[in-house]
Nanobody
Framework: QVQLVESGGGLVQPGGSLRLSCAASGSIFSINGMGWYRQSPGKERELVAAITSGGSTNYADSVKGRFTISRVNAKNTLQMNSLKPEDTAVYYC?????????WGQGTQVTVSS
């Protein structure tokens, strides 16, 4: 069993920064990649950022230049700068192995003045 624990969400003013962290534990034999998705009310869950086992990264167009994903072993961090109200959502960490995808419980990010 694999568990993902997220931290770092909260309330921030527009233009501010937050850092989300995700720590994986359990029976992890190999990690293909880790990433972050987000979902706001009435919308589908969407990819925010992802990083492969080789360190390649992929970002949603809406966050390029503002968000940075990094990873060390089974922990990844999403640095979010220049936050906008439209970044408000529940952010979910995910981990991909060869055969499975795992999800965290989600952490709320609210960008509001």
């Amino acid at each position: 069993q694999v568990q993902l624990v997220e931290s770092g969400g909260g309330l921030v003013q527009p233009g501010g920064s937050l850092r989300l962290s995700c720590a994986a534990s359990g029976s992890i034999f190999s990690i293909n990649g880790m990433g972050w998705y987000r979902q706001s009310p009435g919308k589908e869950r969407e990819l925010v950022a992802a990083i492969t086992s080789g360190g390649s990264t992929n970002y949603a167009d809406s966050v390029k230049g503002r968000f940075t994903i990094s990873r060390v072993n089974a922990k990844n961090t999403l640095q979010m700068n220049s936050l906008k109200p439209e970044d408000t959502a529940v952010y979910y960490c995910n981990l991909d192995t060869l055969n499975n995808r795992y999800w965290g419980q989600g952490t709320q990010v609210t960008v509001s003045s």
